[in-house]
């Protein structure tokens, strides 16, 4: 009786352990949505010395933490470390995420101003002409390819996107209010964008006072907030200079458009060693304080890409699915959702061409499933060129010669075309679009093409996810007083046809 009450005991105190072990842990993971934390540098103060020591300071703690940073590097400032025998930065630097971060980054022109009344063509080749030779010595001072890319404060512009992948860069990764998508992630120009986080943004500010722990309160809030949607993103983002200058470097020489000479550039104010050394403290500590936090984990670009990858650019898009889409367009163009894949109005446009260019060619749907192509947006808005205005209705005969007419159009110049020629007439991209939808509908359910095809008006309601041009968007201290930029911002609104959510794998 004694042994058996013994057992007995040391089962009761043995289970519970038991269930920690091997049951616990599966709920606590189970207990959270994911939350990543992407932390980003833009290392740019190619002026003041001291920034050298700050980025490798915050890159060795950082390492020392076991956490993994992006790091956005100029290249004038990756030029100066090497002229400066700094290895021991670029080392502390290489253990983390390489990004670039422009060329020369505030001195004039910047990327916003030089490509204010460029085209779509000439704005790519320009960015490609002033900023390619930066990314080149990123490579060649690092030894890595840049995983990213982020504008100089607010001086973003739509056409670096294309020059970017040219450079093989596929991701954009910053802050600004130029285009966003429901403060998350999101795909725009081919590329990933870690941009406009808005509320998912959690920077704790050096300097002022209770710092950390309303730092700690609103990261636990957007935390919250993210875990009610399913997981997703917060962004932090510092500047190594920032933890050592009392003002920014940039601003002390080339504010309001000032473009002093080389010899002129002045030092920027220092911090008092105390304040610096404060700084780094409270960053450690709320680094360490995010880090005990249960569901979140730090990532890198690189991870973003692979948590964030495109699933339609593997996807075979089956002629139900491809329905669905048409169907969608009734509601005006704009992305749309097929489970985990996400389709941007131009990839749509892709999709549904390759279906009524099947029946042109064949007289029937195409047998198999297909694939879908990234294409940009038009290069320029939709004008009537001064013809006579589009018939209401067109015969299918000629109707398909323009069907055949786009998709070499797409394939020659892998973009959305700005205007569409049926004839001597001509159409908007969007009334296409909204048109070849309706005549796929048609087509399903009638077995074959009409007669005649109706001509349809459509609206590109993605384009509201774009800002329009406006003082909050260029309030940059470095931009010249007054500067606008709304060409530019109407090219932005055209590349909307690119834009999409971008899903978390499951």
Not at 243 to 264: L, M
Not at 448 to 464: C, F, N, S
Request: contains cysteine; hydrophobic residues 45%; aromatic residues 12%.
């Amino acid at each position: 009786m004694t042994i058996r009450w013994l057992r007995a005991q040391l089962w009761l105190a043995v289970l519970p352990l038991l269930y920690c072990m091997f049951f616990q842990p599966a709920f606590t993971q189970t207990a959270f949505a994911p939350v990543y934390v992407t932390l980003w540098f833009d290392t740019e103060d190619y002026i003041l010395p001291q920034s050298d020591d700050a980025a490798k300071r915050l890159a060795e703690t950082l390492t020392g933490l076991g956490v993994r940073a992006t790091f956005k590097i100029v290249g004038e400032k990756a030029r100066v470390l090497e002229q400066r025998g700094r290895i021991d930065v670029i080392r502390a630097l290489q253990k983390h995420d390489i990004g670039y971060h422009t060329d020369w980054h505030s001195r004039h022109p910047v990327i916003s101003v030089y490509l204010q009344n460029a085209g779509w063509d000439e704005g790519i080749a320009e960015f490609l002409r002033r900023e390619g030779s930066g990314a080149a010595d990123i490579r060649r001072i690092f030894g890595v390819q840049p995983v990213c890319y982020g504008q100089p404060g607010s001086a973003w512009a739509p056409q670096a996107y294309p020059a970017l992948r040219t450079l093989g860069i596929r991701m954009y990764l910053d802050e600004a209010r130029h285009v966003g998508l429901d403060s998350q992630p999101f795909y725009y120009g081919g590329m990933l964008n870690v941009f406009n986080l808005g509320t998912a943004v959690v920077r704790m500010e050096l300097g002022l006072p209770d710092n950390l722990s309303r730092a700690r309160n609103q990261f636990q809030q957007a935390c919250e907030t993210l875990r009610a949607r399913g997981g997703g993103t917060i962004s932090i983002y510092y500047h190594p200079c920032e933890f050592v200058h009392a003002e920014f470097w940039d601003g002390v020489n080339f504010g309001r458009g000032k473009n002093p000479a080389r010899s002129d550039w002045k030092l920027p104010p220092t911090k008092p060693v105390a304040d610096a050394e404060k700084g780094f403290s409270d960053f450690e500590q709320y680094i360490g304080f995010i880090k005990e936090q249960p569901g979140v984990r730090f990532v890198t670009a690189t991870d973003l890409m692979r948590l964030y990858a495109d699933q339609a650019s593997e996807h075979r898009f089956t002629r139900s699915e491809i329905r669905a889409l048409a169907l969608g367009v009734r509601s005006g163009i704009t992305f749309q959702r097929l489970g985990l894949v996400a389709v941007s109005a131009a990839e749509l446009f892709w999709l549904l061409n390759q279906e009524v260019m099947a029946v042109a060619k064949t007289g029937e749907l195409p047998p198999t499933d297909i694939n879908v192509q990234f294409l940009d947006g038009p290069a320029r808005t939709f004008g009537a060129s001064g013809s006579a205005p589009a018939p209401s209705s067109i015969p299918w005969s000629a109707f398909a010669g323009t069907v055949m007419d786009v998709e070499g159009y797409c394939r020659s110049r892998w973009r959305v075309p700005h205007e569409i020629w049926i004839g001597a007439q001509s159409i908007s991209p969007e009334a296409y679009l909204t048109t070849i939808a309706g005549l796929l509908n048609e087509i399903v359910e009638t077995g074959h093409a009409p007669a005649e095809v109706r001509l349809e008006a459509g609206t590109l309601i993605a384009e509201k996810y774009v800002a329009r041009d406006a003082k909050n968007l260029w309030g940059w201290v470095i931009f010249p007083e007054g500067f606008h930029a709304p060409a530019l911002m109407e090219l932005a609104r055209l590349q909307a046809w690119t834009l999409k959510p971008a899903l978390l794998k499951q």
